[in-house]
């Protein structure tokens, strides 16, 4: 998927007041690598695990006395979806090459620090992956920079 | 009695489904409506937006009805609560590495399904091996070889 033609917008109304299930639906929705399109609007491109999960997420508005509607969409400027785009793209970038710097600085590190950090960084790479929409080249880079890392322990004595 | 959950089941309405036949209905028959305004009058929704065996409180599906059916007091299906919790939301609460299997294992399977009836009758097989893989893992304190 290089460019989403149709996205499923959740617009969603939540109490101010208590603020936990706020910020609950709010981190989940960061997690999923929602686009902001203002506020209590929120798009992904659509498909039907995309769609599964913004009805989820509208449910728990609606269990803590919000209210949500879910809705497919078009946009009908290009050149506004390739900003919306664009900035979804430099967020997953900015992760992905925050990993590989993690796994470029850890080659130093004794071999027990090595082995936990590649654990890690798989975890957080699986993470990423789930909301890169749009194929991300970093994504590559890194998944290299956190193999390489793993190499260099098995290529040593195993214990 | 008839059950209905939205087509293109994955692994939340699979593993429901599996329990439903397995613990509650034997004769269970299912349905899947696009939403739930299409229910057939009599059927128990489950799995959607709306119906009470749903997600809710942070748990998917197969956990709510876990609690619903007055199933939670078996450790193998908290177990198996846990794997598909981490399955369908991937949110971490649950420490399963099996849950990542089972997802792409299932995904891959509705691709290959002629239809969702077809699909259930797979996974239900392969939810009979889980549960008891897990409840001999459970007695032994050991994965069974």
């Known amino acids: 998927m290089n460019q989403a033609d149709d996205w499923?917008?959740?617009?969603?109304?939540?109490p101010r007041v208590p603020?936990?299930?706020?910020?609950?639906?709010?981190r989940k929705l960061k997690r999923l690598g929602v686009a902001q399109l203002g506020d209590g609007l929120v798009a992904l491109p659509a498909d039907p695990r995309t769609r599964e999960q913004l009805e989820w997420i509208a449910e728990e508005v609606t269990d803590h006395g919000g209210e949500a509607t879910l809705w497919l969409g078009r946009p009908l400027d290009t050149n506004a979806s390739s900003v919306v785009v664009g900035r979804m793209t430099a967020a997953v970038a900015a992760e992905y090459e925050a990993v590989a710097a993690e796994a470029a600085a850890m080659r130093t590190a004794d071999a027990a620090a090595r082995r936990?950090?590649?654990?890690r960084l798989r975890r957080e790479l699986h993470r990423i992956q789930g909301r890169d929409f749009f194929t991300c080249p970093q994504g590559e880079a890194a998944r290299r920079a956190v193999e390489t890392l793993a190499a260099a322990d098995t290529a040593g004595a195993r214990t | 009695m008839k059950w209905a959950t939205r087509p293109g089941v994955h692994v939340d309405r699979?593993?429901?489904?599996?329990?439903?036949r397995r613990f509650i209905?034997?004769?269970?028959?299912f349905v899947f409506p696009a939403d739930l305004a299409a229910i057939p009058a009599g059927a128990t929704p489950f799995d959607m937006r709306g119906a009470a065996l749903g997600h809710h409180q942070g748990r998917c599906s197969f956990e709510t009805a876990l609690e619903a059916f007055g199933l939670d007091d078996d450790p193998a299906l908290e177990e198996i609560g846990h794997i598909i919790h981490e399955a369908d939301l991937a949110d971490e609460r649950c420490d399963a590495p099996a849950a990542a299997g089972l997802d792409v294992l299932i995904r891959g399977l509705t691709l290959t399904s002629e239809s969702d009836h077809d699909t259930l009758a797979i996974t239900s097989r392969l939810f009979d091996g889980l549960y008891e893989h897990t409840r001999r893992q459970l007695m032994t304190g050991r994965p069974p070889a």
């Open chain 2, 25 to 29: 209905d034997p004769d269970a028959e």
């Open chain 1, 116 to 119: 936990r950090a590649v654990a």
């Open chain 2, 14 to 20: 699979a593993a429901c489904a599996w329990l439903i």
């Open chain 1, 8 to 14: 499923v917008l959740l617009a969603y109304r939540l």
């Open chain 1, 19 to 26: 603020s936990t299930p706020r910020s609950a639906v709010w």
